[in-house]
């Protein structure tokens, strides 16, 4: 993708490489084969739903030249390199950027000859935004086969009346409290990051088990140094 979007702020609880990193693939349009412990570039494309999909029936990764997303000026995109197989928040500030105004849905995606992509996920519209998500990494003998969004079916927010259950598997609150639109509340996108499957050398990926085994908890809770930051205005509703 090139030069109308532009990189997002984003927060990793791993940054950086280390001695252990052997993954020198930095481009999300590339092709990648990781160990554990290593870097991995993905990124993830704002747009309307539509725009992911080529002849409105086939949906293509955002590195495919077919789709119009590089040109568009309605789409955005965040890039992350979290290490493979740690548990991460990832953060994406949007206190001057708006959802809603570039389509309201995000695809997590990387490579090229072995492109993979999630399925469009709503984050926001005029009246609802989602701030939590869940984003598994699956790879077979280190390469990325797939993205998905993991659902909670809205059990993370029954009986909070300041929540709206959408679809009957997101937890939104309503845009109008968010900061930028004239609430009061901070409305960055969080988004739990986990692996499954298999690297290179076959070792088994298991943060996804970890992550599935603590799913009455939030990385919102667990993370102290990120919990005043991302989580004090949300005192009130939990």
Same mark, same amino acid.
């Given at each position: 993708?090139?030069?109308?979007?532009?990189?997002?702020? *984003?927060?990793?609880?791993?940054?950086?490489?280390?001695?252990?990193?052997?993954?020198?693939?930095?481009?999300?349009?590339? $092709?990648?084969?990781?160990?554990?412990? +290593?870097?991995?570039?993905? =990124?993830?494309?704002?747009?309307?739903?539509?725009?992911?999909?080529?002849?409105?029936?086939?949906?293509?990764? !955002?590195? +495919?030249?077919?789709?119009?997303?590089?040109?568009?000026? &309605?789409?955005? *995109?965040?890039?992350?390199? !979290?290490?493979? +197989?740690?548990?991460?928040?990832?953060?994406?500030?949007?206190?001057?950027?708006? !959802?809603?105004?570039?389509?309201?849905?995000?695809?997590?995606?990387?490579?090229?000859?072995?492109?993979?992509?999630?399925? !469009?996920?709503?984050?926001?519209?005029?009246?609802?935004?989602?701030?939590?998500?869940?984003?598994?990494?699956?790879?077979?003998?280190?390469?990325?086969?797939?993205?998905?969004?993991?659902? +909670?079916?809205?059990?993370?927010? /029954? =009986?909070?009346?300041?929540?709206?259950?959408?679809?009957?598997?997101?937890?939104?609150?309503?845009?109008?409290?968010?900061?930028?639109? =004239?609430?009061?509340?901070?409305?960055?996108?969080?988004?739990?990051?986990?692996?499954? =499957?298999?690297?290179?050398?076959?070792?088994?990926? &298991?943060?996804?088990?970890?992550?599935?085994?603590?799913?009455?908890?939030?990385?919102?809770?667990?993370?102290?140094?990120?919990? $005043?930051?991302?989580?004090?205005?949300? &005192? /009130?509703?939990?």
């Amino acid at each position: 993708m090139e030069a109308s979007v532009f990189v997002l702020m *984003l927060t990793l609880l791993v940054v950086g490489l280390d001695a252990a990193n052997t993954n020198r693939v930095y481009q999300p349009c590339a $092709d990648a084969k990781i160990q554990r412990s +290593d870097g991995f570039t993905f =990124g993830i494309a704002f747009s309307s739903k539509d725009s992911f999909f080529f002849n409105q029936s086939h949906q293509l990764s !955002p590195c +495919d030249r077919r789709l119009s997303l590089s040109s568009s000026s &309605n789409s955005q *995109l965040a890039l992350f390199r !979290p290490k493979v +197989d740690e548990i991460s928040l990832l953060t994406i500030n949007t206190s001057n950027f708006f !959802p809603d105004s570039y389509g309201g849905f995000m695809v997590a995606f990387a490579g090229r000859k072995y492109a993979a992509r999630s399925q !469009p996920a709503f984050v926001a519209n005029s009246t609802y935004i989602v701030t939590s998500f869940t984003l598994v990494l699956e790879f077979q003998k280190g390469r990325l086969q797939n993205l998905y969004w993991k659902r +909670d079916g809205c059990a993370s927010c /029954k =009986g909070k009346s300041n929540f709206v259950c959408l679809n009957k598997q997101d937890c939104a609150i309503r845009t109008s409290s968010c900061k930028n639109r =004239g609430g009061s509340v901070d409305c960055s996108l969080g988004i739990q990051l986990a692996f499954s =499957g298999t690297d290179k050398h076959l070792s088994v990926l &298991n943060s996804w088990y970890e992550v599935e085994n603590m799913r009455q908890y939030s990385l919102y809770g667990l993370y102290s140094n990120l919990r $005043d930051s991302l989580t004090s205005q949300y &005192n /009130k509703f939990f």
